[in-house]
């Protein structure tokens, strides 16, 4: 019990704050939409940057981390595409929105401020290692696969053109590439930029827990339950179970394998339900597991804390 009062609650209070604030009427929608920009768009892609350009590669880009955390990924984001076509009909691009669902774990938002709280900040190497390749693997997978499905007949060429488009739009991807680039070059910044980085990166996540919460408030708990009902079992529960038996077995450090499956534990992100309006599939789907995974994962993260070393 006291795990969930001194980790997880301050988390999801500042998540309730932002709720409370645009449920009440206090900030408007616009500024939320303003907020999550900012956030999105430039403070966690300078959070990611700054992580990944002083991060030590040769002892915390382990790749039976990598090799772990992201087999349980693809198993869900599988499991969610064909459980959305074989148990429930859906047409193939809503399957690809709903893979990607059961895909885009909350390894930001929610997984940092969550590890950080639990363990201390220096245990978050091994979660920026897991970021560092999130937004390019997930993105890569759900671009891929929506791009094939709804350009069936069409030429690889074409496919391939618009994928990697998509992927290097991204915000994201965009800052952990720079990062790579400064860490791997040996190359110095100025004071005066990592200092005003570090102004941006201390407001990355309080701002962006707060727009989260902000954003929630326009979500409904509508479309198909029982789906929804499907892609919290497999976020929350198949998800970090694979990371739990892929990690034991490679052996990872306590730190790693704490960071792993915390991280496998998240709820879906918004980005799923970005990911879902961008393409118009499974929209009202998304956005209603966001919301009940969100709430639900209070639970189910007291209960992993409760069952990690």
């Known amino acids: 019990m006291q795990a969930l009062l001194d980790v997880i609650l301050p988390v999801f209070v500042v998540i309730g704050f932002g709720y409370a604030a645009v449920a009440l009427k206090l900030f408007s929608e616009a500024g939320v939409d303003g907020l999550q920009k900012f956030t999105q768009n430039f403070a966690i892609p300078c959070l990611l940057f700054s992580a990944i350009a002083t991060l030590d590669l040769s002892a915390h880009f382990d790749v039976a981390l990598l090799v772990s955390f992201y087999t349980g990924a693809a198993a869900g984001f599988f499991a969610g595409f064909f459980g959305a076509r074989w148990l429930f009909g859906r047409p193939w691009e809503d399957c690809v929105a709903i893979g990607f669902c059961c895909l885009f774990s909350n390894s930001v938002l929610l997984g940092l401020p969550i590890t950080e709280q639990a363990y201390g900040p220096d245990a978050l190497a091994a979660n920026f290692g897991i970021i560092a390749v999130h937004a390019p693997f997930c993105y890569g997978i759900g671009v891929t696969a929506m791009e094939i499905v709804r350009n069936r007949g069409s030429g690889g060429l074409a496919t391939t053109r618009k994928v990697l488009s998509a ?75 694979i990371v739990w038996t892929a990690g034991s077995m490679a052996g990872l450090s306590t730190d790693a394998f704490r960071s792993a499956v915390l991280t496998a534990a998240m709820a879906p992100g918004v980005n799923s339900y970005i990911f879902a309006n961008m393409y118009g599939a499974a929209r009202r789907v998304a956005a209603s597991t966001v919301l009940i995974a969100t709430a639900l994962s209070i639970g189910s993260i007291w209960v992993w804390l409760q069952l990690l070393p």
């Open 167 to 241: 992927m290097f739009r991204n915000a994201l991807v965009i800052g952990i590439g720079l990062g790579f680039a400064v860490n791997l070059s040996g190359l110095a910044l100025p004071g005066v930029v990592t200092d005003a980085l570090d102004l941006i990166t201390a407001a990355a996540l309080p701002a962006a827990l707060f727009a989260l919460g902000g954003v929630l408030v326009r979500y409904r708990p509508e479309g198909d339950l029982r789906i929804v009902v499907y892609i919290c079992l497999v976020s929350l529960v198949m998800h970090p179970v």
